[in-house]
């Protein structure tokens, strides 16, 4: 019998196959490594990312579900919630007991309760509607609040990048 | 490409020092003398030899690992950048002893260390890929072998020389074999581990625990070597400096290790002692899926006080990490160990589910409603036996039970809060017209507990007022032989405050017993006029806004009985009766009051989601990070809203589709 981890990601991967949330596309890379997956997200519609597709890569620890997996955006991201590297800053993927930010309360945080379907659908509700309070892109906060116009400029500039089309 | 230039070059440059040394001498023996008087040939040839060794390096990992991941090839270079550095302070001890056969020690030992991180890898990759080739078991088990007779090797011969020649670099290697080989026992019982668990057709629940207490030997084993050898080092040569770094992360990991089976060991007692398994019936009720593994429950599976039930095995492993609820992040740590029945731990807890609303209460219809005679919910189950046993006019007997049990039914979880200030609010005999404005209080979802306030003491009935005591002695359980020793000593405590404890249980039960005793005496006169003259109105005397803590200390869980007693809220009283208990009939209404609201809110969930699962992702699409954004963000323009509305939509159908 294959480790517990495995056999969850297992399960998750059936299940996300079988059930595909709208706008989600997820799996193992390799089938042969089962903790490193890829994930496809669009961008929500009727917000500056609309029509985008992001690619973004998913490592998972080995003692998965207890520990959260870490989500790094692949393509080029402008959003106040994701750092320049690509890397996602949002809590539900913050162990409890660990907050680079300082404001996230433990209710909100990583428990074996979630999974990849709920991390992707919350990083879909993340690029529409950030939380300019956490930083992880200051200069890209900043211009959310204060230069929308060019925020989304940026914004669909990075969504036809993604589409091959600039 | 490059690397096979660089062979390439170095390769042609041995060929032309070979050559010339040949076609100057002839001979060999003089040709071979000329290349090691002349230091750039020498040069040529370490060169040659570095470049051999690499080569060989890449063979023995193709025969041994094939492809290496790239997350191997990272760990490879970070720790080779590590160990490099290491080498280099290493040198500058055993400068004296400086010479190429030292230099090419130390990179065979580099190597033999690269290979050891390569296994551990490996073997730890075994948990992650569900494609176990016997390719794999082949090299993993050649490798290990050929690398643990390496390391005796190179111990033995570093022992036999430091016995005839005495103390030198020696110990270094001998030291760092040593090592090389606890971490092949180490990777052979994980492999072995691993295994085993692959090769069985059902999860092995205890594979975690034997990890762990691997790690733990291992630990110790590698921090009395890494101890013994500085000693000597220091003894012998001075403070070895390149010994520091990995000795502090062995100790680290030691440290860490340790910590893991204590807090294992913790949450395995827990487990064991403070929640039952959960029956066939309730695996059959609930949704019958851990939602850790996501694999159903057959057996082996625990039930917490919050209702929710999982693998005992997966909730040990979470335990290790956090002591809360995975589901509803219950703090079970806060929640005193309830020794008694099951069902009088149920009724807490499901008292406790009603009033967090965030919560989804997994249905139990196996349990007793705590709400069928109108008592607040898991508060005083046993006065409510009690009291609907005993007739309500026998006064003396109506002294409150052994503090046992109110000390367990006021337990504080979120709703021992509000029910404690109901009870306050009635304690009309001692401490008249108190407002009756906090049991219809909401309560926060999860409100951080004071620490003190959860211990299963008979905390004063003001949630305001600081528990008595920091550490009082735990309550008396129904058997002592559930007690472990420790426990019992901490019961039988002559400090100080376990005697002060003690003593103010005592005071609390006189106060309990007099606030019985008047207060039945004003009931059996009320009923008694009740009987004779029949008034429909109650008088409504306006309610005084001051009350003393101090006074109503002890009396709060006395006027329960009154409500249980009588079920009718529209007793009759007449107009002759005290001011007091024309009070304590006015509160009545609103202690029946209290278990309404939270019944609604639980309807409510049921009618939602019941499994629990959608608790962290709403309805509307907003995870938990962007819920704060609402707020923060400028007011939404008509189409804003318009668009949060179509997205609400589109997302909507996503949680039922999770359940």
Redesign the interface.
Known sequence: ????????L???YKQLTL?P??GIIAGPIN?????EWEALITG????CFEGGVFPAKLVFP??Y???PPKMQFTCEMFHP?IYADGRVC???LH???DDPMGYES???RW????SV??IL??????L??????SGANVDAAKMWREDRAEFNRIAEKIVRKTLGLS | MRAASITFISLALTTAVVGNAFYLKKQFYPSVVYITKSNPSMAVIYIQALVVVVLIGKLMQKVFFGQL?AAEFEHLADRSWYAVTETCLAFTLFRDDFAPRFVAQFILLLFLKAFHWLAEDRV??M?????ISWLFHLRVISLMFVLSLLDLYFVNHAYLSTVSGGASAQIVFGFEYMILLMIVLNIAIKYVL?TI??N?????DNKAVFLLYTEVVMGMFKVVLYVTFLIIMVRIFTLPLFLFRPMYYTLRSFRKAINDVILSRRAIRNMNTLYPDATPEELSAADNVC?????EMHSASKKLPCNHIFHT??LR??FQ??Q?C??C?LNILRIPGDRNTAANQAANAEGQAQHAPDVPPVPHPGLPNPFLNGVFPGMFPFWQQQFNLQPPNQLPNQAPPPTGQPGQSTQTNPAGQASTSVTAGATTGTAPGVQPGPNVMPVPP?PPMPPGFGLPFFCPPFPPAPPPFAVPPPMPPPGLATLSDEELRRLESAARDGVAARLQCLQNIQQLLDAAVLLMQQYSNAAATASAASVTSVPQPPPSSSTSPDTGTGVATTPTPTTSTTPSPHVTVTSNTTQNVAQAEEKQPSVSLSPGSPSSSRSNEEKGNSS??T???RPD??????????T??SAPSPEQDE?RR??LQ??SG?PE??D
């Open positions: 019998m294959a480790g517990s981890a495995l056999r969850r297992m399960a998750e059930n949330p709208e089938e042969e490594n089962f903790f929500p519609e009727g917000t080995s003692d579900p207890l520990s919630n949002i809590s539900i162990a409890p007991g433990s209710a909100e428990s074996p309760v979630q379907e709920k659908l919350s990083v879909v509700s993340m529409a509607e950030p939380n300019d309070e | 991941r730890d990759f948990e992650r890929s569900p494609i691993h668990d692959l069985s057709d059902n999860p092995w939602i850790i593994c996501r694999e095995s997966c492993s979470w990490r956090q809360t995975p589901t992040r999860f629990g699962l608790h962290s992702i699409g907003s995870g938990p990070s962007s819920s704060s954004n609402q923060v963000t668009i179509r997205r589109k997302f996503i589709s999770l």
